[in-house]
Every structure is written in C-alpha cells, then in structure tokens.
C-alpha cells in the first residue's frame, strides 16, 4: 500500500492512508485525502476558498481515475459545492454513461445526487485579495470600488486577464495516486484552477489524460502546474504509455516534461507532476527547482517529503522570456 501526493496534501494523508489500512480501495483513499484538503481553509488553489476567476466567481475543476478499469468521472467550472472531488467519483459511480461534466450541467447534476452545497464558498480574505489583484489593471483603475461581477456582460475581459494572471504565482492543485491492498491504483486531481482566469476557462486537472492517469497494470500519473501545458502534450496519459512501452519510471517521467519542452506559443510557465509505477516506485518532477512531493507506505508512521527532480522548460510569458 502507497499513497503519493502534492505537498498541499499533506493535510489529507493520514486519513487516506487509514482508509487504505482498513481495507478501503485506493480509489476511496484518494477521495478522502483530497476532500481534507478542499475543505482545508489555508489553501487557496484547491475547493470552498480557492481564488477565483477574474470576475470574483469560484469555478472548480476535479477528476477521479481507476486504474482498474479505467473508468473516470470528471467536472469543470463547477459552482457552489466544495467537494468537486466527491461529485467527479459520482459521475463516475452513478447510473450515467458520461465522464465529464461541467458547469451548469455538473451543477444540476450535483443537486440531484444530494452533494453538499454551500451558499457561500469565498472568505472575505479571499475576496480581498481578489480585489487587491485586480486594483492596479486599467478597468478595475477606472472601477476601483466596484465588485467586476457588475460588469456589463459583453465587457472587454482579455487584457485584463493577461494582466492579472501571472504564471509564477496563481497555479495550485492537489494530486493524490494511491495503490491499495489488492496492487490496484487510482488517481485524483482538484484544483480552483488560476486565479483571476478567464471565465469558463477549464484546466488539465478535470481531463483524463492530460493532469491525471491511472491504469493498474501499468501505474499513475498526476499534474500540477499551467494546466494548459498538460493539456497540450496529453501529459499524464503520456507517461502512463511509456511505461507502458516499457521504460523504467523515472525514464517515462523524463520523457512526460521534455515532451513539454516541444510546446511552441507565448505562454509557457511551471508544470509538475508526480508518478509511481505498479511496483510501488514513486517519482516527482517539476521544471523549477525547490518543489517537493509527499509519499507514505503501510508501515510508516507519518508522511514524507522526497524532493522532485527538476527538468528545465524555458519559461516565456508574452513577448518576455524568463530563467
Ligand atoms: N493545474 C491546474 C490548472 O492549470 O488548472
């Protein structure tokens, strides 16, 4: 039995990995080790007080895999309920011959499953800090006080949003990968997504195959990170099909961020992932240095920290390149 996570799941191992020991699939591990850390009230790149979108409106993002089937539920831009990581495992549980679900529809189907709601999801702290970010962009200059979401609806959002997001500092998202007494593996994405993006902008946290794998025959795969990178290269599903192929983990591993390297345009920023494979290796690799990943087996007591390897995608933002 293994677990690996995001450092931010640090908050939700210990009850996942009590989940494993008493017998619960990996499936039900990673669903309890990420609820811990979208209810957790310090995190803002995950659930009820996440930063939101450039209009001051928290959309979540949430994908659940397992690995022994390789059934999936995902939703996108849902709003209103904390535990997106709950409803993504009813898409795929429930009577529904869909994965992926989003925004008004992933919200209707919310309510109908009796998922807990909640009227209000941002802190006041956090839409404080919305505030201040948008401050110092020319509209908001010219509406200081004003709350973005009584913008006329056609206004002009694109300028603002290229202002306001800022690659090295609004990307978070937990990843959980369990492997479970039986040797199967499942792994779970949740994320608020960037803050102050672009209304109705989905990430690769929610999309089978770019921010999150699993298949038991082979292993698991999952991102943090600019989502949009993920998504491009199928990054996941990617390391997921080297193994396959037969390379060694920390080989697939290499192979999943260098294929980063290929992504041509103006935005390219930071992209992280952490892996194991079915024998119970684990890997963490991110393009920046300093960032770490957590892990934790049946006979250790508490988690710990391993530091990721770091392979180097040159970083652009707009016209401006970045070390
Ligand atoms: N990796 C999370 C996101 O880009 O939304």
Redesign the pocket.
């Known amino acids: 039995m293994l677990i690996i996570a995001s450092s931010n799941g640090a908050i939700g191992m210990e009850h996942a990995m009590r989940a494993l020991k008493s017998g619960g699939s990996a499936l039900d591990a990673v669903e309890i080790g990420i609820r811990l850390v979208e209810a957790n009230p310090e995190e803002h790149s995950v659930g009820y007080n996440g930063y939101p979108n450039i209009l001051g409106e928290l959309e979540l993002?949430a994908s659940i895999m397992d690995g022994r089937t390789l059934d999936s539920g995902a939703v996108a831009l849902l709003r209103g309920f904390p535990y997106a990581i709950s409803v993504a495992r009813q898409v795929m549980e429930r009577e529904l011959p869909h994965v992926f679900l989003a925004g008004e529809g992933a919200e209707r189907f919310a309510r109908e499953i009796g998922a807990e709601a909640w009227d209000e999801m941002l802190t006041e702290a956090v839409r404080e800090a919305w505030r201040k970010r948008l401050a110092p962009t020319r509209l908001a200059q010219k509406r200081l006080a004003l709350d973005l979401r009584d913008l006329p609806e056609d206004a002009p959002l694109l300028g603002l949003v290229t202002m306001a997001t800022d690659s090295e500092r609004v990307?978070?998202?937990v990843n959980f990968i369990a492997i479970d007494a039986n040797g199967e593996i499942a792994s779970g994405v949740s994320?608020s997504?960037?803050a102050w993006k672009y209304p109705g902008r989905i990430?690769?946290?929610p999309i089978i195959g770019a921010?999150n794998y699993a298949d038991s025959r082979y292993g698991a795969c999952a991102?943090?990170?600019?989502?949009?990178l993920?998504i491009r290269a199928g990054t996941a599903r990617s390391l997921v099909v080297y193994l396959k192929m037969g390379m060694s983990l920390g080989a697939a591993a290499w192979q999943a961020m260098m294929d980063l390297r290929d992504l041509g345009g103006d935005f390219i920023g930071g992209m992280n992932l952490i892996a194991l494979d079915r024998n119970g290796e684990h890997v963490g690799m991110s393009s920046r240095a300093g960032a770490g990943y957590i892990y934790q087996t049946a006979d250790m007591d508490s988690y710990q920290e391993c530091e990721r390897e770091v392979v180097r995608i040159p970083e652009r933002w707009g016209s401006q390149a970045r070390e």
Not at 223 to 228: A, D, I, R
């Open positions: 993002d990307v978070g998202t994320t997504g960037w990430g690769d946290s921010g991102c943090t990170g600019m989502g949009e993920a």
